[in-house]
Every structure is written in C-alpha cells, then in structure tokens.
C-alpha cells in the first residue's frame, strides 16, 4: 500500500499548491493533485490526490480517489476510492472499491458498482400470482393462499 502511495504521488501530472484557489472547473487527462481550493468539478482520467489541506466544493471524478482533505459534493471513482483518517466527505459516493480509514468522516450515501443494478431490481413490482380461495379451504390454506404464516 506505501508503495502505491508512492506511486502515484510521484506520477501526479498537475499540482495545485496550497495557497492556490480555482474557482471554476478542473479536468485533465493525467493524475492530479490538490493542496488548495477548488470551487467547481475536478476531474481526472487518471488519479486524484485530494490532500490534507484542500477543500474542494464541487463534485470530483477520476479512476483512483485518495481523499485527506474535504469535498462536499459527489465522488465518482472508477476503480477505487480510499478515504485516509484525516478525509473528510459530504456528499454521496459512487465507487467500484471503496476503503475508508478509522477516523475518516464520511456523510452521505455510498453506492457501488451492481448495488444499482440490485436496487433497481427490488423496486420492480413483483408479478402477482392469483390463486383462487374457494369456500371449503381451511383458515390455514386460505392464510397460505394470501402469503400469511399459518400455525399447524
């Protein structure tokens, strides 16, 4: 895990220094790295160091996520998301892995990849079946017949 921190603090294309605000919006092809504000979407193709002293207010989407700082506003990782102890999101998160730290804060709802999908499923109403109670059935058919337990 040190290793791939390593990595990808030392492959980070753009940095944005700790006293530097942007206000407006931030894409690039290549990793980024945020030490100060940003007020408005960041967006990467590939990685997003979010450190221990940025605040982004906006929504934020690159393939790998690490949050030290603040975002408020949805987080879109591709493969994965880690919150770090001192991260703190509010905002929903969407991410194929998503690890967060004893510490971290995180407020909001978090959904993953095939978690939609799952969802959007259960929400279908289900097919009913009709089954015809007739008089002489029993107490216990007829609770059965309607989806009740029934004591035997």
């Given at each position: ?5 390593e990595?990808m ?9 700790i ?8 894409y ?15 967006k ?5 160091i ?8 906006g929504?934020?989407?690159?393939r ?6 603040e ?13 770090q102890?001192?991260g703190?999101i ?17 407020v ?5 990849p ?8 259960a ?6 079946t ?10 216990e058919?007829?609770a ?9």
């Amino acid at each position: 895990m040190a290793q791939e921190k390593e990595f990808m603090e030392n492959n980070v294309d753009t940095i944005i220094g700790i006293n530097v605000t942007i206000k407006g919006n931030l894409y690039n092809k290549g990793s980024i790295q945020v030490n100060g504000s940003v007020d408005g979407e960041v967006k990467s193709d590939e990685n997003l160091i979010i450190g221990e002293t940025a605040q982004i207010k906006g929504p934020v989407v690159a393939r790998v996520i690490e949050v030290s700082g603040e975002v408020k506003g949805l987080v879109e990782a591709i493969d994965k998301l880690e919150i770090q102890p001192t991260g703190r999101i509010y905002g929903d998160i969407n991410a194929k892995t998503l690890i967060i730290k004893e510490g971290a804060t995180f407020v909001g709802k978090s959904i993953m990849p095939g978690e939609a999908k799952a969802m959007a499923e259960a929400a279908k109403p289900k097919e009913e079946t009709k089954q015809e109670i007739k008089a002489e059935d029993s107490i216990e058919q007829i609770a059965d017949k309607m989806g009740f337990f029934s004591k035997k």
